[in-house]
């Protein structure tokens, strides 16, 4: 299973970016899409997730600036950030649960960097 991500980059304080995480591979399906960031010297941290359902949940410091969408029929899940903080500034993980055989594996993406300048 490989996942690519995209979307990340510079942007000033209030300003808005799209991240996109895109599945590709052999597996029967993917249940919880999640997004995470970290930042140097800190734990990685969950920003959103999205059931396969749509069922969406965020970490208290992004509820209301950031959604979480998924297109099933693509495999991808895209993560919408508004109203950025500098406080947002990390390299944001895309990660899936996907379901081979009878057994359900997590994997990551690459990593994107997102720098929010005051």
């Known amino acids: 299973v490989q996942l690519v991500e995209s979307g990340g980059g510079l942007v000033q304080s209030g300003g808005s970016l799209r991240l996109s995480c895109a599945a590709s591979?052999?597996?029967?399906?993917?249940?919880?899409m999640r997004w995470y960031r970290q930042v140097p010297g800190k734990q990685r941290e969950l920003v959103a997730a999205?059931?396969?359902?749509?069922?969406?949940n965020y970490d208290d410091s992004v509820e209301g600036r950031f959604t979480i969408s998924r297109d099933n029929t693509q495999n991808t899940v895209a993560l919408q950030m508004n109203s950025l903080k500098p406080e947002d500034t990390a390299v944001y993980y895309c990660?899936?649960?996907?379901?081979?055989?009878?057994?359900?594996?997590?994997?990551w993406g690459q990593g994107t960097q997102v720098t929010v300048t005051s």
């Open positions: 591979g052999s597996f029967f399906g993917i249940n919880v």
């Open positions: 999205i059931s396969r359902g749509g069922s969406t």
């Open positions: 990660n899936v649960e996907v379901t081979i055989g009878v057994h359900d594996y997590l994997y």
